[in-house]
């Protein structure tokens, strides 16, 4: 059964919203919590943010059968802790910046610069989220202004313009409201320049996503 599959089952009120919380946290891979996540909605991550909190693997008597492994509440915890607060800011939740700011076309202009590979039927490259919102800041200054986002970085915190474009393409994807972007997830051990801290290279277990026009 697939994150979606539930999720329409709790909003036809088949499924309680605690065991829809417990049967995602039993299907996430602690790699890449974000495959699992990004897709449910506000209120369930809210609980399971309490639910997390109070997690005990050896000492919770629940109704919701065996509880999910300590390493896939813990991938969700620090997931949740990076994208999600608590009194989140209604400008993500209610999606108003992203037709404000003509999110999907201006997002849709900036993929279709990506270089193509002449040598290569590989189509586009993809893009990072951090070139997106580079590139989104440097086209419409203005509204880039507006938004009160910083790029992103160390200290950029949830409000970060490369999370808030992240997050949105993930979930509208997943959700097939966009069809023209394809989504590409990565995951391992990489050596990769850091453009945040010129001079520097990280080394490290890495979790990314890319994105392109199909």
Known sequence: MTTNSLV???QNGKLTADHLMVQCLHMIDPANPELVLSTLPHEILMRMIEFARQYRPNGMVTNYGILPATDQVDAAKKW???NCTVNTDTRDSNGTDWDKYQMKTRVLEILATASTDPNHEIGRFFMT??????????RFQDDFKRMGRPIGGAGAGNKALTKYIANQLSRRIKAEDITDIEMLMATGDAGYPNSLNVGRSCKSKISYTLFRLR
């Open 129 to 138: 989220p951090y070139q997106i919102a580079i590139e989104f800041a440097r």
């Open 80 to 82: 949740l802790g990076d």
């Open 8 to 10: 329409d089952m709790y």
